[in-house]
């Protein structure tokens, strides 16, 4: 905190905001509010860093006085961030995890529009797991990737176990849950970009034309990318395996071992590493 003494007003959670937060728990709560919840230090910090719509802070009253959190809470003060603070019991309530980390924050979804998309562009089709979903976030922020687009049918981008699992990188990209996936690809290739498909029986990475403006499409865990999306793939691309002596798979020929496929957030950040 570097001596920082700034004055603070102290709230306690109130039952009004206690409800509140249980309730953006549910899906349909989060559409309707436009909010979603982040929880813990790493979390909060970078989503103030980043300067997302902050509206509420709640933080354990017992971590107040520890370095971290007084960081938080200075931070939060300077920008006019509302503090709440709960006790042990209400913690208890607010988690989604087996232990609260001490800190959340209510924040306002931001406003994506596909115009905001540049780069390279990743389209998740149909991705449920939510833990892969984070992943795959936070994968292409490392990589440098700022845009995805998530289809419709996708797990929810505010879902408590995705958010957690980007580690503070949703407040870094761009990323749009489409209505029409189909149109908004549609409407990216007429704007220029080349649409790359991950499938099993596609060309190797090493003939991707990096000088293009490539979007790549990961389909879902169980039934890979849809009809109507493949059928728009101006190029399609498999990850090579390193098949087991004797027991490659038949349907592969030589390119892969025993396992029937990679995981979608694997697969993401091996794709990644070599563009």
Same mark, same amino acid.
């Given at each position: 905190? &570097?001596? /920082?003494?700034?004055?603070?007003?102290?709230?306690?959670?109130?039952?009004?905001?206690?409800?509140?937060? =249980?309730?953006?728990?549910q899906?349909?709560?989060?559409?309707?509010?436009?909010?979603?919840?982040?929880?813990?230090?790493?979390? @909060?910090?970078?989503?103030?860093?980043?300067?997302?719509?902050?509206?509420?802070?709640?933080?354990?009253?017992?971590?107040?006085?520890?370095?971290?959190?007084?960081?938080?809470?200075?931070?939060?003060?300077? =920008?006019?961030?509302?503090? &709440?603070?709960?006790?042990?019991?209400?913690?208890?309530?607010?988690?989604? #995890?087996?232990?609260?980390?001490?800190?959340?924050?209510?924040?306002?979804?931001p406003? *994506?529009?596909?115009?905001?998309?540049?780069? #390279?562009?990743?389209?998740?089709?149909? *991705?449920?797991?939510?833990?892969?979903?984070?992943?795959?976030?936070?994968?292409?922020?490392?990589?440098?990737?700022?845009?995805?687009?998530?289809?419709e /049918?996708?797990?929810?981008?505010?879902?408590?176990?995705?958010?957690?699992?980007?580690?503070g990188?949703?407040?870094?990209?761009?990323?749009?849950?489409?209505?029409?996936?189909?149109?908004?690809?549609?409407?990216?290739?007429? =704007?220029?970009? *080349?649409?790359?498909?991950?499938?099993?029986?596609? /060309?190797?990475?090493?003939?991707?034309?990096?000088? =293009?403006?490539?979007?790549? @499409?990961?389909?879902?865990?169980?039934?890979?990318?849809?009809p109507? *999306?493949?059928?728009?793939?101006?190029?399609?691309?498999?990850?090579?395996?390193?098949?087991?002596?004797?027991?490659?798979?038949?349907?592969?020929?030589?390119?892969?071992?025993?396992? &029937?496929?990679l995981?979608?957030?694997?697969?993401?950040?091996?794709l990644?590493?070599?563009?």
């Amino acid at each position: 905190m &570097e001596g /920082d003494s700034s004055f603070y007003l102290l709230f306690m959670l109130s039952q009004k905001s206690l409800k509140h937060l =249980n309730k953006i728990e549910q899906k349909k709560f989060r559409q309707a509010q436009g909010e979603f919840i982040v929880e813990g230090v790493k979390g @909060v910090k970078e989503a103030m860093l980043a300067q997302a719509n902050v509206v509420l802070l709640v933080i354990e009253k017992t971590k107040d006085s520890e370095p971290d959190f007084l960081d938080l809470i200075n931070l939060a003060t300077k =920008n006019d961030i509302l503090i &709440e603070y709960c006790n042990e019991k209400e913690a208890k309530k607010l988690k989604t #995890t087996e232990t609260f980390p001490g800190i959340l924050a209510v924040i306002k979804q931001p406003k *994506v529009i596909l115009n905001d998309f540049d780069g #390279t562009i990743i389209c998740l089709d149909g *991705v449920k797991d939510p833990g892969n979903l984070g992943t795959i976030i936070r994968t292409a922020d490392w990589f440098g990737v700022k845009s995805i687009l998530l289809s419709e /049918d996708c797990v929810d981008l505010y879902n408590p176990k995705a958010v957690r699992s980007t580690m503070g990188s949703i407040f870094h990209l761009n990323i749009l849950e489409s209505t029409n996936v189909v149109q908004d690809l549609t409407k990216l290739q007429k =704007n220029g970009y *080349v649409l790359n498909g991950m499938v099993m029986n596609g /060309d190797k990475l090493d003939k991707v034309n990096k000088k =293009n403006m490539n979007i790549y @499409v990961f389909g879902s865990e169980s039934h890979g990318i849809r009809p109507e *999306v493949e059928k728009m793939l101006d190029n399609k691309y498999t990850i090579l395996g390193c098949p087991s002596a004797g027991y490659p798979r038949p349907e592969l020929g030589s390119k892969a071992g025993q396992a &029937e496929s990679l995981n979608v957030a694997v697969a993401c950040g091996i794709l990644l590493s070599k563009i």
